[in-house]
């Protein structure tokens, strides 16, 4: 029997931290869209995001708010075929990782 697929994401504290200071600084108009550009950043590095822990995690987003059209669970459907079902879980994991990226490539400090 395989676990049900979240409804809602998030990121942990400090990456949530990390986005909302980038949105302040004008680099995104919308926290969601740096949300969408983290995921992005994640498959295409392609950044192992499977051990990724969400510390004190902040929920943010139902699923049908960042993925309206279904786009990023397909990408990610095809990209990870071994998370059919688990689509958005792995987004979540896949949106942290990005963070981390962006994080160390851009150096928001805290």
Request: no cysteine; net charge negative; hydrophobic share 35%.
């Amino acid at each position: 029997m395989s676990e049900s697929d979240t409804a809602n994401v998030g990121l942990s504290e400090k990456m949530h931290f990390k986005l909302s200071q980038m949105k302040e600084e004008g680099v995104f108009n919308e926290m969601k869209d740096g949300y969408r550009l983290a995921i992005a950043t994640a498959i295409f590095h392609n950044i192992d995001s499977s051990n990724i822990e969400l510390v004190q995690r902040k929920n943010m987003y139902d699923v049908g708010g960042i993925d309206e059209g279904g786009m990023i669970k397909s990408a990610i459907r095809l990209k990870y075929p071994s998370f059919e079902g688990q689509e958005y879980k792995l987004m979540e994991k896949l949106a942290e990782a990005g963070m981390q990226f962006l994080d160390e490539k851009t150096g928001f400090d805290t």
